[in-house]
């Protein structure tokens, strides 16, 4: 790929004729070996120096050789990046890289979840797209909104879907009228959060969603015609899929499994709920030992911007900030279906937020500090807060404080910005626009 204005990351053509600075030729072998040591962003920065750079690229991609370990970098959209722009920010090289995304416009889009390196977006319809901002292909798109169990669409005369009617059904009862949304309002009340989960066992992959009424889980496989709903239960946080087995859990730290290779589905508790409070956003993800952990972040209200005014109704919490004042991190006992707190990380750096919760070794990411949490917004709702300040940073265990990544004003509150570790993966793809 050329890298244009410093910073910017477009499509792969060598420069003419172009050779590195006194043109020290090294053998392609010795160059794959070379170049096989980057990061993709690096790496396909260095793709375009010159154009034995760009065949050692173009060989090194395509021979499956390329291994290298990835450090997830934050994305998130900017105004003075333009509307097909994504911008990443890596933590390794500590610099931003723009991406031009393939249409409909990222920055129309809402960005719902980030796992492997595909991002899940929701377009003006509220359909669900899967794209890779680094290669910009995109996956099959999951399955219609009106296939979910709680979306109806509505017709007009011509029969063309005019709006959509999002049922307040929840397994047990309803607990209120059906809401009626134009298209593109959909997106707002229905999409908690997604997930593309690898499926080793098919080579496959799984597109898991949280969605309203009240956090309930829907599933498709690639190529489903439809979203397969999995009640009766309610109100999950976060997900993690591991052997077949997708774990949820609970805003109130209850953990449910499924197992998806069955034929049932049935909902096995894997832990019971134990708070009553649910102030704290909820995370599962599987340490480096192969455990499960629970981690609750707690955010608290910092300030309220221009709403000193008394007349300013309650409910209104437009100006609302939070910041993230405390973390727990919890062992899950599975035999003795038990919490266990760990006051530390040790030599493990986590990354929590919108995007698949991960745990990853310090030492193998030299830019990353140890026993830190790397965290993006994520709040219930957060579709709500579109313009909200967004609680962005690097939470230390040790001392219970926050630092800042890069500058809070570079990004556009919305779409949220989240994080994403790069992958050239374009299994099972399939271009559709
Ligand atoms: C927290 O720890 C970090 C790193 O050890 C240090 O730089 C920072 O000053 C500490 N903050 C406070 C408030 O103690
Ligand atoms: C940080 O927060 C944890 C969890 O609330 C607490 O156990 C620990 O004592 C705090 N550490 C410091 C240095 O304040």
């Given at each position: 790929?050329?890298?244009?204005?410093?910073h910017?990351?477009?499509?792969p053509?060598?420069?003419?004729?172009a050779?590195?600075?006194?043109?020290?030729?090294?053998?392609?072998?010795?160059?794959?070996d070379?170049?096989?040591?980057?990061?993709?962003?690096?790496?396909?920065?260095?793709?375009?120096?010159?154009?034995?750079?760009?065949?050692?690229?173009?060989?090194?991609?395509?021979?499956?050789?390329?291994?290298?370990?990835?450090?997830?970098?934050?994305?998130?959209?900017?105004?003075?990046?333009?509307?097909?722009?994504?911008?990443?920010?890596?933590?390794?090289?500590?610099?931003?890289?723009?991406?031009?995304?393939?249409?409909?416009?990222?920055?129309?889009?809402?960005l719902?979840?980030?796992s492997?390196?595909?991002?899940?977006?929701?377009?003006?319809r509220?359909?669900?797209?899967?794209?890779?901002?680094?290669?910009?292909?995109?996956?099959?798109?999951?399955?219609?909104?009106?296939?979910?169990?709680?979306?109806?669409?509505?017709?007009?005369?011509?029969?063309?879907?005019?709006e959509?009617?999002?049922s307040?059904?929840?397994?047990?009862?309803?607990?209120?009228?059906?809401?009626?949304?134009?298209?593109?309002?959909?997106r707002?009340?229905l999409?908690?959060?997604?997930?593309?989960?690898?499926?080793?066992?098919?080579?496959?992959y799984?597109?898991?969603?949280?969605?309203?009424?009240?956090?309930?889980?829907?599933?498709?496989?690639?190529?489903?015609?439809?979203?397969?709903?999995?009640?009766?239960?309610?109100?999950?946080?976060?997900?993690?899929?591991?052997?077949?087995?997708?774990?949820?859990?609970?805003?109130?730290?209850?953990i449910?499994?499924?197992?998806?290779?069955?034929p049932?589905f049935?909902?096995?508790?894997?832990?019971d709920?134990?708070?009553?409070?649910?102030?704290?956003?909820?995370y599962?993800v599987?340490?480096?030992?192969?455990?499960l952990?629970?981690?609750?972040?707690?955010?608290?209200?910092?300030?309220?911007?221009?709403?000193?005014?008394e007349?300013?109704?309650?409910?209104?919490?437009?100006?609302?900030?939070?910041e993230t004042?405390?973390m727990?991190?919890?062992?899950?006992?599975?035999a003795?279906?038990?919490?266990?707190?760990i006051?530390?990380?040790?030599?493990?750096?986590?990354?929590?937020?919108?995007?698949?919760?991960?745990?990853?070794?310090?030492?193998?990411?030299?830019?990353?500090?140890a026993?830190?949490v790397?965290?993006?917004?994520?709040e219930?709702?957060?579709a709500?807060?579109?313009?909200?300040?967004?609680?962005?940073?690097?939470?230390?265990?040790?001392?219970?404080?926050?630092?800042?990544?890069?500058?809070?004003?570079?990004?556009?509150?919305?779409?949220?910005?989240?994080?994403?570790?790069p992958?050239f993966?374009?299994?099972?793809?399939?271009?559709?626009?």
């Amino acid at each position: 790929m050329l890298m244009r204005n410093d910073h910017e990351l477009v499509s792969p053509s060598p420069m003419e004729g172009a050779t590195v600075n006194g043109s020290l030729e090294l053998p392609i072998d010795i160059l794959i070996d070379i170049l096989s040591m980057l990061e993709i962003p690096d790496l396909v920065r260095a793709g375009c120096v010159c154009s034995s750079w760009h065949t050692a690229y173009t060989s090194l991609r395509s021979s499956g050789l390329y291994k290298r370990q990835q450090t997830p970098c934050l994305l998130y959209t900017s105004e003075s990046a333009g509307d097909n722009v994504a911008c990443m920010y890596s933590l390794a090289e500590k610099r931003v890289y723009k991406l031009t995304l393939p249409e409909p416009p990222i920055r129309s889009r809402y960005l719902i979840g980030s796992s492997d390196g595909w991002l899940v977006t929701a377009d003006e319809r509220s359909e669900l797209h899967i794209v890779n901002p680094i290669t910009g292909v995109s996956r099959l798109p999951p399955p219609s909104v009106i296939t979910i169990e709680h979306v109806k669409p509505i017709f007009d005369d011509a029969g063309i879907v005019q709006e959509y009617e999002l049922s307040q059904y929840y397994g047990e009862y309803e607990i209120g009228d059906p809401y009626i949304l134009p298209l593109d309002n959909l997106r707002d009340k229905l999409y908690d959060k997604a997930f593309v989960f690898s499926d080793s066992s098919t080579g496959s992959y799984i597109v898991v969603l949280i969605h309203n009424p009240i956090s309930q889980l829907s599933f498709a496989r690639a190529g489903d015609s439809r979203w397969t709903w999995l009640p009766p239960s309610a109100d999950y946080e976060d997900c993690i899929y591991l052997d077949g087995i997708l774990y949820a859990v609970t805003s109130t730290s209850g953990i449910d499994a499924f197992d998806l290779t069955g034929p049932a589905f049935l909902r096995k508790v894997i832990m019971d709920s134990m708070k009553i409070g649910i102030y704290e956003r909820m995370y599962i993800v599987q340490s480096l030992s192969g455990d499960l952990l629970q981690v609750w972040r707690e955010q608290d209200v910092v300030q309220i911007v221009g709403h000193e005014d008394e007349d300013v109704p309650e409910h209104d919490l437009s100006g609302i900030e939070t910041e993230t004042r405390k973390m727990m991190v919890h062992k899950v006992d599975m035999a003795a279906k038990k919490l266990v707190q760990i006051n530390s990380l040790h030599g493990h750096v986590m990354f929590l937020g919108y995007g698949q919760s991960r745990c990853i070794r310090a030492e193998e990411y030299p830019q990353l500090k140890a026993n830190h949490v790397y965290l993006t917004d994520d709040e219930r709702g957060i579709a709500f807060w579109k313009s909200n300040h967004r609680d962005i940073g690097i939470f230390n265990l040790g001392n219970n404080t926050t630092e800042e990544i890069v500058p809070s004003q570079c990004w556009c509150t919305w779409p949220a910005p989240m994080w994403i570790t790069p992958n050239f993966a374009k299994t099972s793809s399939r271009s559709y626009k």
